[in-house]
């Protein structure tokens, strides 16, 4: 096997080849968002954006081969940053790790549910290094930190070859596993809107166990109250009950106007069901998947409406 | 020709060799001879091949060799100093928190890294910590006592 080391400017680059001379991989770290957009844009073969990893590299272990090339974004000052703006938004960089996000507890008092949601994903060594970005673009139906970001109403910072554009998080998923990022794509950073005074999110999954497992079902809710504690805004997004994170509108709807009365709570856990098109697999049913999903949308917006008011 | 990649591995600088797919867990057992950190699944699962990276844990089968340039990399084989156990060994020595040994070097560095973080943890907390390493011998007990044990 033939490696060969090179230095362009202030970036690490390296590269790998097969005893036959063909590239395995070549490796690059990126210090500005110009030149992540530059190798994203020169590159011929297949291209992976590389986080913290913790999705790609297990995958190179099972025998996924390699990508062509393997841009390391986590340098980008812009994917690492968190900050709240004067309006009181945050900026989330697209690679900061769970525990970067955790240890953050301006955004942690602010969003509740996001942050609890991002910390559920792995050990305390997978915090170390998986990103909110990767947990997105990864696009696994399960992802713990996606139906949290959808109900947040967040949005996607997008840089490219051709220049930047902003979508909604809940465009980016398409199928589980794939995004509608082009290949010169990728995530720079999430924009969380501004809080209105008691509004608060919570997030809560199944796992058959506690730790080190990945959902079965999982619901988000993010909602305001007024201030005779009525709901007069509210988000509700189911995850691994379909091929892509579910949007419950009309489950949110039932919340509006409410102060979650037993009655209220009753019609929302059917309209949840109603909604839920999960597969059946050896870790659940679609039944159970179903019913549990209900219950805890109903336990997520109990404790979003108890943390709303306080 | 190989990458060649200046680190600190256990306080002392340290060059080495790798390809672009090479971990830092496979850098660190073949390359490094620094075999005190375990290889088991490969995929972030079971935390044998934990290592303290830059103050933080990891699985040394998640990084990338490549990315370890100018790292502060912490393996089991730094714990004791002048021929002395960590505090940590000799607690695990002292309970009994060890039968066929594979997860201990990665169960030692993930205690020291939550000594580090939270020097009081109570027993919870310790619990939820280490649910990243993988045990299939001693049923946690002793391994969570002897945590407790240094527990300042
Ligand atoms: C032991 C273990 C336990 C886990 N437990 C959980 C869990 O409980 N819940 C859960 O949801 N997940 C879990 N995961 C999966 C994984 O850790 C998360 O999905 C993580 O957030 C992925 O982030 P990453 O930075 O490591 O992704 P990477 O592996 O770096 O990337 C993942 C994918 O996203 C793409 N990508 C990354 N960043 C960007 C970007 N900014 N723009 C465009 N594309 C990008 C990559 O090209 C790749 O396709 C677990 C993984 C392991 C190994
Ligand atoms: S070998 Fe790294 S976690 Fe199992
Ligand atoms: S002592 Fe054997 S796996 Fe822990």
């Known amino acids: 096997m033939l490696r060969i080391p090179l230095k362009s400017g202030k970036w690490f680059f390296a590269i790998t080849f097969s005893a036959a001379g063909t ?16 190798a994203l844009g020169a590159a011929s073969g297949t291209v992976k954006v590389f986080a913290g990893g913790t999705d790609l590299l297990p995958r190179f272990v099972a025998g996924v081969n390699p990508p062509a090339l393997l841009i ?15 309006e009181g938004g945050f900026v989330i960089g697209s690679a900061c790790s ?48 996606v139906p949290a970001l959808i109900a947040s109403r967040a949005r996607c910072r997008i840089a490219g070859s051709d220049g930047e554009r902003e979508l909604p998080v809940e465009d980016i998923i398409v199928s589980p596993g794939r995004t509608c990022l082009r290949q010169d794509e990728f995530i720079v950073s999430f924009f969380l809107p501004a809080r209105n005074p008691r509004s608060a999110d919570a997030y809560l999954r199944m796992t058959p166990r506690t730790e080190m497992d990945i959902a079965i079902a999982s619901a988000a809710v993010n909602l305001t109250v007024d201030e005779q504690g009525v709901v007069n805004e509210c988000h509700v997004v189911l995850g691994a009950v379909g091929p892509v ?14 102060r979650l009365d037993e009655e209220v709570r ?7 069901s109603a909604l839920c098109r999960p597969i059946s697999d050896k870790r659940g049913s679609a ?14 917006a109990m404790t979003a409406y108890n943390r709303a008011l306080l | 020709m190989t990458i060649s990649i200046h680190a600190s591995v256990n306080g002392e600088p340290c060059q080495f060799q790798c390809g672009t797919t090479d971990t830092l867990l496979k850098v660190l057992r073949e390359n490094l001879q620094l075999t005190g950190t ?13 290592v303290i990276m830059n103050g933080e844990l990891v699985c040394a089968c998640l990084v990338l060799a490549v990315e370890c340039g100018q790292a502060d990399i912490r393996t089991v084989e730094g714990l004791s100093s002048a021929g002395q156990l960590h505090s940590l060994q000799q607690a695990f020595l002292d309970n009994a928190a060890l039968q066929c040994g594979i997860c201990t070097p990665g169960l030692l560095m993930a205690s020291k890294a939550l000594l580090d973080k939270h020097p009081q943890p109570d027993e919870t907390q310790i619990r939820y910590w280490i649910a990243g390493n993988l045990c299939r011998c001693t049923g ?12 300042s």
């Open chain 1, 266 to 272: 009753q019609r929302f856990r059917r309209q949840i």
């Open chain 1, 98 to 145: 769970g525990g970067q996000i955790s240890a953050h507890t301006e955004l942690v008092r602010s969003w509740p549910g996001l942050t609890e949601a991002m910390d559920l994903i792995g050990s305390v060594q997978i915090q170390s290094r998986a990103t909110l970005g990767g947990n997105l673009c990864n696009a696994s139906p399960a992802a713990d930190s």
């Open chain 2, 140 to 151: 946690y007990d002793k391994i969570v006592r002897a945590i407790m044990g240094c527990v």
């Open chain 1, 245 to 258: 994170p579910v949007y419950a509108l009309p489950a949110a709807r039932i919340l509006l106007g409410s």
């Open chain 1, 72 to 86: 390391d974004i986590k340098h980008v000052p812009e994917t690492r940053e968190i900050r709240r703006l004067a």
């Open chain 2, 38 to 50: 375990k290889q088991g699944c490969g995929t972030g699962d079971c935390g044998a091949c934990s």
């Open chain 1, 23 to 38: 590239v395995i991989m070549e490796y690059c770290a990126p210090v500005t968002l110009a030149e992540v957009c530059a």
């Open chain 1, 287 to 300: 039944e159970y998947r179903t019913d549990v999903t209900a219950v805890l949308a109903d336990r997520a």
